[in-house]
């Protein structure tokens, strides 16, 4: 048998940790050498509990069968040293040791996000979640969320209604459906993206688990998007964890009268990104990912460059005869003679509009682009790579 189906073996037996795989097999030893030690090698390796239930595994479990059922499912499987291993989720602490998945995992290299909220969604909630997830999906931005009743569930039904694609993560297996609400949800999901989880197949839904599956979604995702949640909500645990990931978090903000707004108000006043339109948000995350230090800071201050020359443009609208529909229109017209299609990257359309005698701003050249990918002129191919739609 393979190495990956000892590995396989390890990760089913109880009391066996992702800490404690990982260690044991980044100190060089195999998990196939593991399953051929002799009781009292195994011992010295492991905690007495560990070995117990190490020899209990290995004595009464079918591993080469269980194994091979794997292999003749829906379910796949990744492990922590395997090169398509997320590399999101190797930066964060206690990293699963395996990821099962349907369908496929994310991309690397593709900007992600986690739309997340509350179950008991408005109106209101659920408008949002669609525009913004439909926004992601017109952007080339994937969705990471948790396939949970209201928010979660209504952002990847809408990534998945506009071409675009998503990722559940759940507390459960992955071969059992959980809500069993969203039974259809989960069987159009790997058509586009994946389901994915840190527990074997078989592993019932059980709301110790949950915790764990909400720092997987973070750590899948560049940033973090909350739309409705009550102040004390298991969506704002996921927002602790992402903060600890270092992520990104922006709130759609909602009024103060409505509790179901409390959770995002109050992430607000602690400083988080307020999010006011599909536009804006899917333009931030395009233009700093792949930015750190003084890259970023330039991006970050083309964007007050941005949003002190589009004020401007405000005040000189008042005056002006014509409509700012009008001046969308030019602009989009103006843009469109600098995409092909052929991709063409944001850094090159730049070069090209300053050899015509322009001065772009990056930041607002990437929210014009994706104004293009929502209006259906244009199509964002991958990273910060854009076609012409013909």
């Known amino acids: 048998m393979e190495e990956k189906g000892y590995r396989y073996g390890l990760h089913k037996v109880p009391g066996i940790g992702n800490k404690t795989a990982i260690s044991l097999l980044q100190k060089g030893i195999s998990a196939k050498e593991l399953f051929g030690m002799k009781e009292e090698r195994i011992k010295a390796l492991l905690l007495p ?19 091979e059922d794997l292999r003749n499912s829906a379910v796949k499987m990744v492990t922590f040293f395997d090169r398509d291993y997320p590399a999101g989720l190797k930066k964060i602490e206690d990293p699963p040791f395996v990821l099962y998945y349907i369908g496929k995992l994310p991309e690397q290299g593709r900007v992600s996000l986690a739309i997340i909220g509350a179950r008991e969604c408005s109106a209101y909630g659920s408008s949002m979640a669609a525009a913004f997830a439909r926004g992601a999906a017109f952007a080339g931005v994937d969705v990471i969320s948790g396939m949970a009743r209201g928010i979660d569930g209504i952002a990847q039904e809408h990534a998945l209604a506009e071409g675009g694609e998503t990722y559940a993560v759940l507390g459960c297996g992955v071969d059992i459906c959980y809500p069993k609400s969203n039974r259809e949800l989960y069987d159009r999901i790997p058509e586009k993206g994946g389901i994915c989880s840190p527990y074997p197949p078989g592993t ?55 509790r179901l707004s409390d959770g995002c108000n109050y992430l607000l006043r602690q400083g988080a990104g307020i999010a006011l339109s599909p536009e804006d948000l899917m333009a931030e995350l395009l233009l700093l990912k792949n930015r750190s230090g003084a890259a970023k800071k330039r991006a970050e201050k083309g964007a007050e460059d941005a949003g002190a020359s589009l004020a401007e443009g405000r005040e000189a609208e008042k005056v002006k005869s014509k409509t ?33 005698g322009e001065n772009p701003v990056i930041s607002k050249l990437l929210f014009e682009l994706i104004g293009l990918c929502m209006a259906g002129k244009a199509r964002q191919i991958s990273g910060n790579y854009f076609i012409k739609i013909i």
């Open 49 to 67: 509990k560990q070995a117990e239930a190490f020899w209990d595994y290995r004595r009464n479990a079918d591993l080469e069968k269980d194994y």
């Open 324 to 356: 700012p529909e009008d001046d969308r229109q030019g602009t989009e017209e103006g843009l469109l003679k600098y995409l092909d299609v052929i991709p063409r990257s944001v850094d090159e359309i730049c070069e090209s509009m300053k050899a015509d």
């Open 204 to 258: 019932e839904p059980v709301k110790t688990l949950f915790p764990y599956r909400n720092k997987i979604v973070a750590g899948l995702s560049d940033a973090v998007l909350v739309i409705e949640a009550r102040q004390k909500s298991g969506t704002l645990i996921t927002v602790d964890m992402a903060l600890e990931q270092g992520k990104d978090v922006y709130a759609v903000p909602g009024r103060l009268v409505d």
